[in-house]
């Protein structure tokens, strides 16, 4: 069983910075996608950003030039840099994980959730 453990929110001024860190554990898995997703008080979970196996990277529009993912493999952890944080950045964010086992299945795993805040 593949398990996640998402850390680094916390509550930062208008203009701060935080950085997210999720890591993947488990058996005989090799990662399709790893990333990250948010959800705010009466909304959809929606995409702030993925990192595939071979490094592809995509962001949600309202990151971009702000937020950066990045992955290390040999860790299978995967980071979220945040930067020039705005109030509307404010949620709960989720490390998501999609992967193969040994037989070739996907499987889609999500972290318990990280909350960031930002408020002056």
């Known amino acids: 069983q593949v398990q996640l453990v998402d850390s680094g929110g916390g509550s930062v001024q208008p203009g701060g910075s935080l950085r997210l860190s999720c890591a993947a554990s488990g058996r005989s898995f090799a990662v399709v996608t790893m990333g990250w997703y948010r959800q705010a008080p009466g909304k959809q979970r929606d995409l702030v950003a993925t990192?595939?196996?071979?490094?592809?990277?995509d962001y949600a529009d309202s990151v971009k030039g702000r937020f950066t993912i990045s992955r290390d493999n040999a860790k299978n952890t995967v980071y979220l840099q945040m930067n020039s944080l705005k109030p509307e950045d404010t949620a709960v964010y989720y490390c998501?994980?999609?992967?193969?086992?040994?037989?070739?299945?996907?499987?889609?795993?999500w972290g318990q959730g990280t909350q960031v805040t930002v408020s002056s």
């Open positions: 998501n994980l999609v992967y193969r086992n040994s037989l070739n299945f996907r499987y889609t795993v």
């Open positions: 990192v595939t196996s071979g490094g592809s990277t």
